[in-house]
């Protein structure tokens, strides 16, 4: 009997192995292909998650009744102290001022009274149908109900005075684009306003945002610098609770 060569009994063919091998090499770069679309499809749906709960979606009227309880109490004129407010703002009569997340209209109805040419902005319908209302049941004359999208407040070139956002500011997704689009909505002489929770721990009994996404005032000054704007006052005395930007 010939005797069988060893290297040839316990060995495959080299051309095998490489085509074994170039099997496995696909066969894992599909499984971590796979494995990274299921991860970046896992991220973009907890993108859209954080996006939906991002800005006023008060699309139930029964909920927006029960906000406007929250919005329009005693409770919430002692802790945001909208007299002093109005009195900062200086004379405002005549005045357009665009009042962004206008919600109830708690600051645009006080704008209004003072003479101002109100243009109260949301993207809620279910606010804007509330604050509808009320403009009715009161008669008010100076107050322009305008629905917006999330990405822009939209202004007309040059057509505010004033615009004024309260609360609001951490709801907004692209600021550096959105508040580009606000100072070219402004007159040469106009003015932004920024009213927001500091980002520090405060009383239980404040019904502030959690702390993750409130914006400190630096944060505000950069971004807003980045929108196209040049000159800062800031005030962080005159509120308990909230500091004041103004920006031109």
């Known amino acids: 009997m010939p005797q069988q060569n060893p290297m040839k009994k316990n060995y495959l063919p080299i051309q095998i192995c490489r085509l074994l091998l170039a099997v496995i090499i696909t066969s894992c770069s599909g499984n971590e292909q796979s494995n990274s679309k299921e991860k970046n499809m896992e991220h973009k749906e907890h993108q859209h998650e954080n996006h939906s709960h991002s800005g006023h979606e008060f699309t139930d009227k029964h909920t927006v009744e029960e906000l406007a309880k929250k919005f329009e109490s ?10 002093k407010i109005v009195q900062y703002l200086g004379d405002i009569k005549g005045k357009t001022l665009m009042d962004i997340g206008a919600g109830t209209g708690y600051f645009s109805v006080r704008f209004a009274d003072k003479g101002a ?29 305008r629905k917006t999208p999330y990405d822009s407040p939209l202004l007309k070139n040059g057509e505010a005075d004033i615009v004024f956002i309260a609360n609001t500011y951490h709801h907004i997704e692209n600021r550096t684009d959105y508040f580009s689009k606000v100072k070219n909505g402004l007159k040469t002489t106009g003015e932004l306003i920024v009213v927001d929770y500091f980002k520090a721990d405060l009383p239980k009994e404040v019904t502030a945002p959690p702390m993750e996404i409130r914006t400190p005032v630096d ?12 000159f800062f006052e800031i005030e962080v005395n005159m509120l308990r609770y909230h500091y004041i930007i103004k920006a031109k």
């Open 117 to 145: 040419n109100v243009i109260a902005v949301d993207v809620s319908d279910e606010f804007q149908n509330y604050l509808k209302q009320r403009i009715e049941k009161n008669n008010i004359k100076n107050i322009e109900l």
């Open 74 to 83: 005693p409770e919430r004129d002692s802790m945001q102290q909208p007299q």
């Open 219 to 230: 944060q505000v000054v950069f971004e807003l610098k980045k929108a196209g704007f040049t």
